[in-house]
């Protein structure tokens, strides 16, 4: 009991300042999905992937073009762009690494900045389906990010890339700290992913 309070008291003076944290709305981290071996966090990928550092300077800098140019997150301003440097991992990765894996369960999503990186996806009967080849400026990984379920395909380097990462721990804190920056990002992220669903749909549709 007295541990906590000194805490507390600690905090309350300034001495001990308490951690920035929101609600615990995107790390779907309850007592099932914790124990899931599906379930991978960013620095586990990050090893496995030889993630590299990338400065932060630079990767705001690519971003802020890439999304002007976008016709959906050109609606953002630089300036709101730019916000997001307090929240975002900028990393490096060589070819042919796996950034995400089909079925598991993620806690983070990419942004490719440069290279090239293969979506595919394994059908039921074992078919490998090269859905699509994320350019630049693309978001990977967004929907289990949001909804906590399981990833519906691969994404794979290849070629040597630069990356900005966007955990579900800093979606969190980005919901306690700027929740306009949140409302934005989340109503463009759900354009993009609604055109991206169409065009899965159809490319699928036609395999069947």
Not at 32 to 58: N, T
Not at 71 to 92: A, C, E, I, S, Y
Request: glycine content about 8%; some cysteine; hydrophobic content about 45%.
């Amino acid at each position: 009991m007295m541990k906590p309070l000194l805490q507390r008291l600690r905090q309350a003076v300034g001495l001990d300042p308490a951690p920035v944290t929101g609600p615990d709305l995107f790390t779907h981290a309850g007592p099932v999905a914790a124990q899931d071996s599906r379930r991978v966090l960013w620095p586990q990928r990050a090893q496995e992937v030889s993630a590299g550092p990338l400065s932060p300077a630079k990767g705001m800098k690519v971003l802020t073009t890439l999304w002007g140019a976008d016709r959906h997150m050109g609606l953002l301003t630089p300036q709101t762009v730019g916000r997001l440097k307090n929240f975002l991992h900028f990393v490096t990765v060589p070819p042919d690494q796996e950034l995400i894996r089909q079925d598991e369960l993620g806690d983070f999503m990419v942004i490719l900045l440069s290279g090239r990186v293969a979506v595919e996806r394994t059908q039921s009967w074992g078919e490998r389906l090269r859905l699509a080849e994320a350019v630049p400026g693309e978001m990977l990984g967004e929907m289990s990010l949001l909804d906590g379920g399981s990833r519906f395909s691969a994404c794979i380097t290849r070629s040597d890339c630069e990356l900005a990462v966007l955990t579900a721990e800093q979606m969190n804190r980005m919901v306690a700290v700027d929740a306009g920056l949140v409302g934005c990002l989340m109503t463009l992220l759900a354009r993009k992913m609604s055109l991206r669903l169409r065009v899965v749909g159809a490319r699928l549709s036609d395999r069947v």
